[in-house]
């Protein structure tokens, strides 16, 4: 299936300096006190980059995420966006201390989150509204174009129950792309689809990947995350053990654990 190219409007240059972007400082972050999902977790991120994070179950990958987009917080540590206090710990817990800042990240999730009760049009429009205070007409617009470009301009008024898992997918990135975000999060968003859906999906994010769209990727496809990754980070048991170039890493990783991991989902001897 071959969408359309996706267009989105990048920031302004002076808010790309490839340094200031998203920087991790010693986040820790645990369930109930017991399960550890962020373990003094340090991590830099430039505006470039497409980081993909890989490891085992458990060892943080969605975590960082749901904390990036504020939906989760943590016991320690602070980040910082575009050089900025973006979320900061106190007294064991934290807090999302800018909405400006918090209002450039993205995310799509696995299993679509979409509004049941709401049109696609619906859906995309919902949140500028509400969040942003657009008008109606200006968010219709946008809306129609962004499907457009997605190959789903027939969809409009079709709810989400009469979508394919991939059209889904596709709907909820077009969701997060109207608030025109710097940042892009996308949490296993293929692994509840078909193969020939996987591929709808991949293809809309390779197209972000190459208008440099900055994104985290959490995912188990390691041959998308080889083809669409600029870094990959590979944790386990809530640390980053080991990170670098998509040829670094599955190509000649230096960590035992790292080859250990890739060993059994590569089905490497």
């Given at each position: 299936?071959?969408?359309?190219?996706v267009?989105?409007?990048m920031?302004?240059?002076?808010?790309?300096?490839?340094g200031?972007f998203?920087?991790l400082?010693?986040?820790?972050k645990?369930?109930?006190?017991e399960?550890?999902?962020?373990?003094?977790?340090?991590?830099?991120?430039?505006?470039?980059?497409?980081l993909?994070?890989?490891?085992?179950?458990?060892s943080?990958?969605?975590s960082?995420?749901?904390v990036?987009?504020?939906?989760?917080?943590?016991q320690?540590?602070?980040?910082?966006?575009?050089?900025?206090?973006?979320?900061?710990?106190?007294?064991?817990?934290s807090?999302?201390?800018?909405?400006?800042?918090?209002?450039?990240?993205?995310?799509?999730?696995?299993?679509?989150?979409?509004?049941p009760?709401?049109?696609?049009?619906?859906?995309?429009?919902?949140?500028?509204?509400?969040?942003h205070g657009?008008?109606?007409?200006?968010c219709i617009?946008?809306?129609?174009e962004l499907?457009a470009?997605?190959?789903?301009e027939?969809?409009?008024?079709?709810?989400?129950s009469?979508?394919?898992?991939?059209?889904?997918?596709?709907v909820?990135?077009?969701?997060?792309?109207?608030?025109?975000?710097?940042?892009?999060?996308?949490?296993?968003?293929?692994?509840?689809?078909?193969?020939?859906?996987?591929?709808e999906?991949?293809?809309?994010?390779?197209?972000?990947?190459?208008?440099?769209?900055?994104?985290?990727?959490?995912?188990?496809d390691?041959?998308?995350?080889?083809?669409?990754?600029?870094?990959?980070?590979?944790c386990?048991?809530?640390k980053?053990v080991?990170?670098?170039?998509?040829?670094?890493?599955f190509?000649n990783?230096k960590?035992a654990?790292?080859?250990?991991f890739?060993d059994?989902?590569?089905?490497?001897?």
């Amino acid at each position: 299936m071959n969408t359309a190219e996706v267009v989105v409007n990048m920031p302004p240059a002076n808010a790309m300096e490839a340094g200031q972007f998203i920087q991790l400082d010693n986040v820790f972050k645990a369930y109930n006190n017991e399960l550890v999902v962020m373990d003094g977790m340090n991590l830099d991120m430039r505006a470039d980059d497409r980081l993909v994070i890989i490891g085992p179950s458990g060892s943080g990958k969605s975590s960082l995420l749901r904390v990036l987009m504020g939906l989760e917080g943590i016991q320690g540590g602070d980040i910082n966006f575009h050089g900025q206090p973006y979320i900061k710990s106190e007294n064991n817990d934290s807090k999302v201390v800018s909405d400006e800042l918090h209002s450039r990240v993205g995310m799509v999730f696995q299993h679509y989150t979409l509004f049941p009760h709401l049109t696609v049009m619906g859906n995309l429009i919902l949140a500028p509204m509400k969040v942003h205070g657009k008008d109606k007409q200006s968010c219709i617009a946008k809306g129609r174009e962004l499907l457009a470009r997605l190959g789903l301009e027939d969809k409009v008024d079709y709810y989400p129950s009469q979508l394919s898992g991939g059209q889904k997918q596709r709907v909820a990135i077009a969701r997060a792309l109207m608030l025109e975000p710097e940042l892009m999060l996308f949490d296993e968003v293929t692994s509840a689809l078909d193969p020939e859906m996987v591929t709808e999906v991949q293809n809309v994010m390779m197209q972000l990947a190459e208008q440099k769209m900055a994104m985290i990727i959490v995912t188990h496809d390691m041959h998308f995350a080889r083809e669409i990754a600029t870094r990959v980070v590979f944790c386990a048991g809530g640390k980053i053990v080991e990170q670098g170039t998509p040829d670094e890493v599955f190509g000649n990783p230096k960590e035992a654990r790292t080859r250990e991991f890739l060993d059994k989902v590569l089905h490497l001897n």
